[in-house]
């Protein structure tokens, strides 16, 4: 065996083939994938407690600590499967470190979204005996594609960049080469094991062989919105190019007039295209959305002299707003992942259930502090736990809107009865509509809470907004 590498990683994502992958790479004498082992969910394997000797809280508090491990307590060469969503802090070790090996798994995308779906709908993730195998259909969902396809693009382009700036390079395998006993050997060989197989483990079975055409309830849909997208065949997709810059399907166009709204997530939202909406005197639903980059410049051609705008919410608000509809309440939009992960992990004390009546104001200062403590430790990048758009900075969000075109007009929520009608009136609207007044947070507003304390601390987390945009401490609302 060589000793080119101290340990690998399996890059990988749900529905792609990584568990048979671990099965025929533990089948090699000297190697050793220890599974998932930085699922935020859980360590290695649903059912396990630790990897090594390294527990879940052992890892969260320091994830080097279960890679040494796995470095120096593997008989042999070890390492793991990685997905987009685990510990982001791993990639800072392992993406700069020659010595740690890189897989590449990928499987098109259309093929893992349809398993995924299936999956969900049957509960069965895994196929050993295929008399147990369970029948289902797959319910193509556009929106939700596109996000999973986003955050796999995102992921790749990110992997490819970090590898080409160290002068690295990565051993790739598409989910068809998995059952190629050569290119297996080939894998082995790249990780320094002269062992060959002569045939691959059979004891994973694969769930869905019939083809999409009958896997998808709603195929016709699917193809038709695939085809929007122009991005790939629908027979393989080994690597997702081409690359796309800014996302556009979330920006906003009036219903007939050449306006066009950048929204930044857990800013005034609704209350903007209800607005938009009133212009026309149609339903906020009937507004031009879910934009492609053609279709946008598309829009952009057919209507000269078009005006963009987005606008920003004072970070004191923003954060308190996503608190409250994001992670203390339940129901639709929540992130309840997300909400346990913080309850169970980040002493974030809120009924499991939703606010009750023992929950009072004094309650809701200490969650809300609570949360602003872990924002603060996870826009640093030092969580296992996503920095989602809700609560990116401002700037950030800006910064991304840049790489397709930048909004003429950067207003603030508290001047929004001012400018959005003149605005209007620019573009020929005679006697445009007042926006509605945003409703103001539940179950506690911040107003309630709101001290010098909390201002410090939002201050501090979204430094860069409060700079770059001019920010004082926040004022309730007149």
Known sequence: MGHTFDYFIVFAEMRTGSN??????????????????????????????????????????????????????????????????????????ALADPRCAKIVLTRNPVDSYVS???????????????????????VFDRDEFEAHLSALQAFQTNLLHALQVTGQTAFYVAYEDLQDVAVMNGLARFLGVDHQLEGLDDSLKKQNP????????????????????????LTRTPNFEPRRGAAVPGYVAAAHGPLLYLPIRSGPEDQVTGWLAALDAVRPEELQSKFTQKSLRQWMRNHPGHRSFTVLRHPVARAHAIFCK?????????????????????GLHIPENGPDAAYGQEEHRKAFVAFLEFLKVNLAGQTMVRVDASWAS???????????????????????????????????????????????DSP?????????GIEDLVSAIYQRDYIAFGFTPWTPPA
């Not at 203390?328 to 909400?339: K, Q, S, V, W």
């Open 210 to 233: 019939q083809p999409l055409s009958e896997k998808v309830s709603n195929f016709d849909q699917m193809a038709e919105a695939l085809a929007r997208l122009d991005q790939f065949n």
């Open 20 to 93: 048979f992958l671990e099965t025929n790479i533990n089948a090699y004498p000297g190697l050793t994938c220890h599974g998932e082992a930085f699922n935020p969910h859980f360590i290695g394997y649903p059912n396990k407690t630790d990897i090594l000797g390294i527990t879940q809280p052992m890892r969260d508090a320091n994830p080097a600590r279960l890679i040494e491990a796995v470095k120096l307590g593997t008989e042999g060469l070890g390492g793991f499967r990685f997905f987009h969503d685990h510990d982001p802090r791993v990639l800072d070790i």
């Open 326 to 346: 994001r992670i203390l309440m339940t129901g639709p939009g929540h992130f309840a992942e997300i909400r346990k992960i913080l309850r169970k992990s980040y």
């Open 116 to 138: 995924w779906k299936i999956a969900q709908a049957t509960g069965q993730w895994k196929l050993t005996n295929v008399k147990k195998r369970k029948d289902g259909m797959a």
């Open 394 to 440: 401002q700037l950030q969000v800006l910064q991304g809107y840049a790489q397709f075109s930048m909004p003429d007009m950067i207003l603030r929520e508290d001047e929004v009865d001012v400018y959005l009608p003149a605005l209007a009136q620019q573009l020929g609207y005679q006697d445009p509509p007042m926006p509605e007044a945003v409703q103001p």
């Open 444 to 452: 506690v507003q911040l107003s309630d809470i709101y001290d010098s």
